[in-house]
């Protein structure tokens, strides 16, 4: 495979919303210019993630995560840079132009593992389409999916195929590719007795968000036949139950609109949902719901609908569901359907404006769907109502917010028929032995250290001990404003300004980042045009560029006092190049004054220390002469800044 173009690049970041790829991963909303969502490279419960549309870039501002729409495929999905390029045409409708010979990356990316995986359930995904077109996918597999009322484009949409009776089909066809016969067994695809592992089976390929395969699912053509009904191929790199969603790459952006999802049990059921039209549904891979199930389903929604079976294991699936779903900060609800029905058989016996009044008029919130079926049969059993009122309030302690919490303790009293004190005690009693469980673990793990998600990122009280942030502020001015005028007429852009007026202190920066970028805007300073954001942007120094994207946008909204107080600025502020040049001109002098008030401090020991040596009178003159400068030119500055100095 050959290098692909520059045209091809530029023409795909040209075209490449950032907003609008991210938005397929994450649910964003929209804050001022840019968007904010929860982050979905770590876990959290506040929104620390902003997407800049207008400068191409994301940051987050818990994890530190940064970058532009190709670093964001490339980290979310494990991408090559030249996956992610093609990803994006292939999104945009633009054609790949290769040049001659293959690049150092593309010839590891053939020998990783991951995209091994991926290229080899893509070509076991085709076969198995194929065999549809046998004639026993015609005469067997297609009459049962019309039996079942799936439709052709749907399974079509979807990509399920046939893994036929042949006991060495597949296999033989991947191994004439040249796919060895390990990383055939280890994809789960083919036995240790070199046969192939679905048989006889309808074929769902299990798509991750991206859409590429990353695993199958095999489901019996009759009910009747031995063996489990379902089979999945085994975790691998690329797959985990554990963390996968049927149906999400398809589901994502109905959930947005929806502003809710679904959860079903089965891949027919999302088929026939998705085929009459509700697409916000998704279904586990079998396993019950988990934590990373659920932190999946909050990067795109806040409610999450539980649709089950009205059995015994339908109930005690939403009971565990609950408690998990809580503690992601998900509202979640339940809905049962009618004893012996599934939603695949419901939804088909009453049509789909019957099913949906149906979910609308019998979707409980989980705080009476739980106190409901906990209840039965304690009217006149205080034990079995004691107990049912603490399993309740145990769902209570995984909700985080404040307000949702107390209104749930009133619901709780209203149906228990009791005091909110007596609630709220449970409550308190339930949290101090959550806490203290949380507590011995943390100390009784063989110093393993539990690791938690990174903070959201708050403002940091302004260290007054260190010129950091009048450093800062210089050194935004000169990244984001260098290239504007400051004297037209002369040819001398604020990046000359700049620099001109801080020779006498350049060396007195303390922060290494900051005298970095100084020192090599000296070296650039011969050139013609100074260089703009874009260009930090891109720099080949990480945390040059990071501070960049840092600058670029931010989890904050705009209070003028940071102007007057920390000379931080935000794009509400700047409005025309006379506002530009004064920024600048208070960014100078503001540090030049920093500046100089250490060395009035640094200058007053050295001269009471010369006074207490009582000799050496040559130099305390020299210092005493320099102190005197040193405060003129500070009460100099002070004017210009329009403040008063002591």
């Not at 597999?141 to 036929?164: N, S």
């Not at 066809?173 to 060895?180: A, D, I, N, V």
């Not at 016996?349 to 019957?354: K, Q, T, Y």
């Not at 040596?613 to 002070?638: P, S, Y």
Request: charge should be neutral; hydrophobic fraction near 35%.
């Amino acid at each position: 495979m050959g290098r692909i173009s520059r045209k091809t690049i530029d023409e795909v970041l040209q075209v490449a919303a950032i907003e609008e790829v991210i938005g397929d991963y994450v649910r964003l909303k929209r804050r001022g210019s840019n968007y904010v969502a929860l982050c979905p490279f770590h876990n959290e419960k506040t929104p620390s993630f902003v997407v800049s549309p207008s400068k191409g870039i994301y940051k987050c501002f818990g994890c530190g995560r940064a970058g532009g729409v190709i670093q964001f495929l490339m980290e979310h999905e494990q991408l090559s840079f030249s996956e992610a390029i093609r990803l994006l045409a292939k999104r945009y409708g633009i054609a790949v132009e290769e040049e001659g010979g293959t690049t150092d990356e593309e010839s590891q990316r053939a020998q990783d593992e991951r995209e091994r995986l991926y290229l080899l359930f893509q070509a076991a995904r085709d076969y198995y389409v194929r065999q549809l077109d046998t004639d026993m996918g015609k005469s067997v597999v297609l009459p049962y999916l019309r039996q079942r009322g799936i439709r052709k484009d749907t399974f079509e949409a979807f990509g399920l195929g046939y893994a036929g009776d042949d006991p060495k089909g597949l296999t033989n066809h991947l191994l004439s590719m040249g796919y060895p016969k390990d990383i055939l067994r280890q994809a789960g695809l083919m036995t240790q007795s070199g046969k192939d592992f679905f048989r006889n089976r309808l074929i769902f390929p299990l798509h991750n968000p991206s859409g590429r395969v990353i695993g199958f699912a095999g489901r019996t053509l009759s009910d009747a036949a031995k063996g489990p009904k379902y089979i999945n191929t085994p975790e691998s790199p690329i797959y985990r139950k554990s963390a996968f969603l049927y149906g999400l790459d398809r589901a994502r952006r109905s959930i947005r609109q929806r502003e809710h999802c679904i959860v079903v049990e089965g891949y027919m059921d999302v088929l026939i949902l998705h085929q009459y039209g509700l697409t916000h549904v998704v279904a586990a891979s079998g396993t019950a719901i988990t934590e990373e199930h659920a932190r999946l389903l909050k990067r795109h929604t806040d409610r999450v609908v539980l649709m089950l079976d009205a059995d015994d294991a339908g109930i005690r699936a939403a009971l565990r569901a609950i408690d998990i779903l809580l503690s992601q900060n998900l509202h979640p609800q339940v809905v049962l359907l009618p004893e012996g029905e599934d939603p695949d058989s419901y939804l088909r016996n009453l049509g789909i404006e019957a099913f949906e009044h149906y979910i609308q008029t019998h979707t409980e919130d989980f705080l009476p769907f739980k106190a409901r079926i906990l209840l039965k049969g304690a009217a006149n059993n205080p034990l079995k109502k004691s107990n049912a009122l603490k399993e309740v309030v145990q769902s209570l302690a995984y909700v985080s917010d404040i307000v949702r919490r107390h209104v749930y303790i009133q619901e709780c009293a209203r149906i228990f028929d009791m005091e909110e004190s007596i609630i709220v005690h449970t409550l308190n009693g339930i949290l101090r032995r959550m806490a203290k469980r949380a507590h011995l673990q943390r100390i009784g793990d063989d110093d393993e250290v539990v690791q938690e998600s990174p903070p959201t990122a708050v403002p940091q009280p302004f260290d007054t001990q260190t010129d950091y942030y009048k450093e800062r502020a210089l050194v935004e001015v000169l990244m984001r404003y260098g290239h504007i005028p400051y004297d037209e007429e002369n040819g001398i852009y604020i990046y000359d300004f700049i620099l001109k007026n801080i020779r006498d202190i350049r060396d007195k920066l303390e922060t290494p980042l900051f005298q970095k970028i100084i020192d090599e805007a000296y070296q650039m300073s011969d050139s013609s045009t100074p260089p703009t954001l874009d260009y930090y942007l891109q720099h080949s120094d990480e945390a040059i560029r990071n501070l960049a994207i840092e600058l670029s946008v931010s989890p904050y909204e705009y209070s003028p006092n940071w102007e007057t107080k920390y000379m931080i600025y935000s794009e509400q502020a700047k409005r025309g190049d006379a506002l530009y040049r004064e920024i600048a001109r208070k960014a100078v002098l503001n540090l030049k004054l920093a500046k100089i008030n250490r060395m009035l401090a640094d200058n007053q020991r050295e001269i009471e220390q010369l006074e207490q040596q009582g000799h050496q009178i040559d130099i305390l003159r020299t210092k005493i002469a320099v102190h005197e400068r040193l405060i003129a030119l500070r009460k100099q500055i002070a004017d210009e800044l329009g403040i008063v100095v002591s």
